[in-house]
C-alpha cells in the first residue's frame, strides 16, 4: 500500500504498533476533528480506508515514515 507524505505524517503521529490499534487511534482523533477541518478529515478517511484493505503483516513490512526523516 503506499501512502503520500500527508497520510505518513499522519501515520507517524498516530500510528500504533499494529494496524488495529493505529486505526482504533486514528478514529479516536478523527472523532474531536471539527466541521471546519475538511482536508485533514480527508487525509485520515484515506489513511483508514488503506489500513482497512492491509493485513497486519504488511502493516509491519510498510515504510511509513516520510521521506524527509529517511
Known amino acids: 500500500m503506499i501512502f503520500d507524505h500527508d497520510e505518513k505524517i499522519i501515520l507517524m503521529l498516530y500510528g500504533e504498533d499494529s494496524r488495529e490499534k493505529t486505526m482504533e487511534s486514528l478514529k479516536r482523533m478523527k472523532s474531536c476533528l471539527t466541521p471546519e ?5 480527508r487525509i ?3 489513511v483508514l480506508t488503506k489500513l482497512q484493505s492491509m493485513s497486519e503483516s504488511e502493516f509491519a513490512a510498510a515504510d ?6 529517511l
Open 37 to 41: 477541518e475538511v482536508e485533514l478529515n
Open 64 to 69: 511509513l515514515l516520510p521521506e524527509c526523516f
Open 44 to 46: 485520515v478517511e484515506s
